[in-house]
């Protein structure tokens, strides 16, 4: 199975910016097995409540500095790509 990955950067309207393209990857069947990784300076409570909600694979705080971002990225491929274990499975659970 191929493993296709996605990140959504929020913008300034976390509401139409992020959620609405976390809603529509996750309304469709064909990207159920998408890993949606939400990046963004929203870190309200709210907002990370709703996204895993919504089906988000994880809420990531934007680091800082350019080189926070380096180490971000570079943890989120290690993590994702290498070590993450993936279910043979069609469909959400």
């Given at each position: 199975m191929a493993l296709t990955g996605f990140a959504a950067?929020?913008?300034d309207d976390a509401a139409i910016g992020w959620f609405g393209v976390l809603e529509w990857i996750r309304q469709r069947p064909e990207y159920?097995?998408?890993i949606v990784v939400i990046l963004t300076a929203?870190?309200?409570?709210r907002n990370v409540d709703r996204a895993y909600r919504m089906g988000a694979n994880s809420f990531l705080a934007k680091p800082e500095n350019f080189d926070g971002f380096k180490q971000i990225a570079l943890l989120l491929v290690q993590f994702w790509f290498k070590h993450n274990v993936v279910a043979e499975r069609k469909g959400r659970l």
């Open positions: 950067a929020g913008s159920s097995n998408v929203h870190k309200e409570s």
